[in-house]
């Protein structure tokens, strides 16, 4: 199964920006779909945005038009570009890959895997 690892946070400002990597290594099957979530202190992890393999992307309404969910194919790195950021971003963002069914005739699922996350901190 892969393997996720995320890099680049850290402290920024407010109004300030920050790029987050999400790199996947092993095999590549179960990478159609790759997600960022993020957890603040005392809270469920929430939804922020993910992209497919053939370019598709979705952002939870609190991010959009602040952040951009990119990915390089060749590579297998997700990113999140977060500009103008605010307070209430400050959280440990999480990457990861949902569950699948693998294509064709194997009884094989791709299980659902979760990197260790990155801390953001945002000040004021």
């Known amino acids: 199964q892969a393997q996720l690892v995320e890099s680049g946070g850290g402290l920024v400002q407010a109004g300030g920006s920050l790029r987050l990597s999400c790199a996947a290594s092993?095999?590549?099957?179960?990478?159609?779909?790759m997600a960022w979530y993020r957890q603040g202190p005392g809270s469920e992890r929430d939804f922020v945005a993910d992209a497919s393999r053939d370019g598709r992307t979705s952002y939870a309404e609190s991010v959009k038009g602040r952040f951009t969910v990119s990915r390089d194919n060749a590579k297998n790195i997700m990113y999140l570009e977060m500009n103008s950021l605010k307070i209430e971003d400050a959280a440990v963002y999480y990457c990861m890959v949902p569950s699948m069914k693998v294509p064709g005739p194997t009884t094989e699922w791709c299980a659902e895997v979760w990197g260790q996350g990155t801390l953001v901190t945002v000040s004021s």
């Open positions: 092993g095999d590549d099957t179960c990478l159609s779909t």
